[in-house]
């Protein structure tokens, strides 16, 4: 079995990774399957003979990304404003899957997080829980897990996605770094989060400011101070 997750906070850059392995053309990919469960109450995901499928709880979902993994394959990514309890209360479900991470620079992706959510919490940031997954994941498989820095990632696609490659157990295909920019059927139901990645051709740093920061915004300035902690964990075991 191959399933191999890449667990991000909001604004990591994920979606343009997960645009990226769509483009490879030999992984099924799975987009934020566990947010949209989380969010809609059902998610649909691809099925094995080319379907779609609806699931309606954690169990049934990481039961079928299994299977899936058995027939070739399985890229998903998900991101952690939530604390996914099922992942905690039954971590033998995802003891067989390849766990790795995005991280990037907290004080952006919150300036980011809070132009598309202006009423975003702490919690939703996503660095504590993301640490606290990343210590389950390497304790339930006895395996670290590999972690991306975004700012590696976009600053070296091709070194960086190759070392992934290489970590995870993929061949590296070099022509999935170029895609053609559009929207994915999957990312409709949460569409605003990902305006970005649908205007993308390939990796690129975003050139955008923000009018509101960790520097001139108080309460996004303890979201940063709460968060740096974990992000400061977390790279020291990045790629």
Not at 221 to 233: A, G, K, M, Q, V
Request: charged residues 25%; aromatic residues 10%.
């Amino acid at each position: 079995m191959t399933v191999i997750a890449m667990w991000a906070h909001p604004r990591a850059v994920s979606t343009a990774f997960l645009r990226m392995m769509a483009e490879r053309g030999d992984v099924t990919v799975v987009h934020e399957p566990l947010v949209l469960l989380t969010d809609h109450g059902e998610v649909s995901v691809p099925g094995p003979d080319g379907s779609t499928v609806v699931l309606r709880s954690p169990g049934e979902l990481l039961a079928h990304l299994a299977a899936l993994g058995e027939e070739r394959p399985v890229f998903f990514k998900d991101t952690l404003e939530y604390h996914y309890q099922h992942l905690f209360d039954h971590p033998e479900r995802i003891a067989g899957f390849r766990h790795t991470f995005i991280v990037r620079d907290p004080a952006r992706a919150i300036a980011s997080h809070h132009a598309v959510k202006p009423e975003v919490t702490c919690s939703e940031i996503g660095y504590e829980h993301q640490w606290d997954l990343f210590e389950l994941a390497w304790k339930t498989t006895g395996e670290r897990p590999v972690v991306v820095r975004a700012e590696r990632l976009l600053a070296d696609p091709a070194g960086v996605v190759s070392a992934y490659c290489e970590r995870v157990g993929l061949p590296y295909v070099p022509e999935a770094l170029n895609w053609q920019p559009g929207e994915r059927a999957e990312w409709r139901p949460n569409r605003r989060w990902h305006l970005d990645v649908m205007a993308s051709s390939a990796f690129r740093a975003p050139e955008r400011e923000y009018a509101v920061t960790v520097d001139n915004d108080e309460r996004l300035r303890s979201f940063h101070e709460h968060h740096l902690p974990y992000y400061e964990r977390l790279i020291e075991h990045a790629l």
